[in-house]
């Protein structure tokens, strides 16, 4: 869908167009479950929250500033109810996450690994990393849908891959010493 196609489809959202509806839906679906299962680590919360995001949408899509691109607008709704429902749930408890609630091949090891350590990862951080190294926002989208300065975005990524690297790092070496 090109930013033409997309500015149509929100304008006959407005409208009340449950066909365009579906279109937005169509096309944000997965990538949304994506998103929510590495910021949330169940895959039933996730599917909740995604859900929760596009109710969100229906009833606001009076708020979306024409002009301005619709991905930022609608992952930052999606973004605040995956914090809604962190905060809801307190501290993450690390033994309670869901190991299939992001989909893993089971013989990509490394992926496996990477896909732990991102849900380690402070929410913040977690939230800047998912959404510019796996969704692709560039820094200053990331900013907008998280509500950050671009420079706080640039540090959240840094930190989260200098995390991930040692990490992983660690984790090689433990192998390594079990002769694994």
């Excluded at 895959?43 to 929760?52: M, P």
């Excluded at 995001?53 to 301005?68: P, S, V």
Aim: hydrophobic residues 40%; aromatic residues 10%; contains cysteine.
């Amino acid at each position: 869908m090109n930013l033409a196609d997309e500015t149509e489809i929100v304008e006959r959202c407005r409208e009340g167009d449950l066909t365009a509806y579906r279109m937005i839906y169509d096309r944000y679906e997965q990538p949304f479950l994506r998103t929510a299962c590495r910021m949330l680590g169940r895959k039933e919360e996730a599917e909740d929250a995604v859900q929760e995001a596009f109710l969100k949408l229906y009833r606001g899509i009076g708020g979306f500033e024409r002009g301005a691109r619709f991905s930022t607008y609608f992952f930052r709704i999606l973004m605040n109810t995956c914090y809604d429902v962190l905060r809801k749930r307190g501290k993450a408890d690390f033994e309670d996450l869901d190991p299939e609630a992001v989909p893993v091949p089971p013989a990509h090891e490394l992926r496996h690994c990477l896909a732990d350590a991102v849900e380690r990862l402070p929410r913040q951080m977690k939230a800047c990393f998912v959404l510019f190294a796996v969704e692709e926002f560039t820094h200053e989208e990331v900013a907008r849908i998280l509500d950050l300065s671009p420079g706080s975005v640039k540090v959240n990524i840094h930190r989260a891959r200098k995390k991930l690297r040692a990490w992983l790092a660690a984790s090689a070496e433990g192998e390594a010493e079990h002769g694994l």
